[in-house]
């Protein structure tokens, strides 16, 4: 059984930076593609970035590009989201989804199999 576990939201001022962690359990984590979406109320799902196995891929939305960076740590089976100079329109609830095993990155959340809960994300102005 497949479980995809994110963390790290919060409240934080307009300017501000939080860390999002990923952690996932009953695959082969450092073979995953892996991404991360959000979606703020009555708007759809969007791909925020995405980064293969072996971290020489990473994409991001245009929208956080230069303030966003995606990592991961196939060590300790670990995705992270640094997300700095944050704006109100960063709010949403952020998920982490994993994709499937060797996949070339995509933004596109039909691409991703396993999904967590989400952990909210509010930025204040």
């Known amino acids: 059984q497949v479980q995809v576990v994110e963390s790290g939201g919060g409240l934080v001022q307009a300017g501000g930076s939080l860390r999002l962690s990923c ?43 230069g303030r966003f960076t995606i990592s991961r740590r196939n060590s300790n089976n670990t995705l ?13 609830m952020y998920y982490c989804a994993a994709s499937g095993r060797w996949l070339t990155p995509t933004l596109s959340a039909s691409g991703y199999n396993y999904w967590g809960q989400g952990t909210q994300v509010t930025v204040s102005s």
């Not at 952690?23 to 959000?38: A, D, K, N, V």
């Not at 989201?81 to 960063?90: A, G, I, R, V, Y």
């Open 80 to 92: 992270y989201l640094q997300m700095n100079s944050l704006k109100p329109e960063d709010t949403a």
């Open 23 to 65: 952690t996932t359990s009953g695959l082969t984590f450092g073979e995953y593609t892996m991404g991360w979406f959000r979606q703020a109320p009555g708007k759809e799902r969007e791909g925020v970035s995405c980064i293969n196995w072996s971290s020489s891929i990473t994409y991001y939305a245009d929208s956080v590009k």
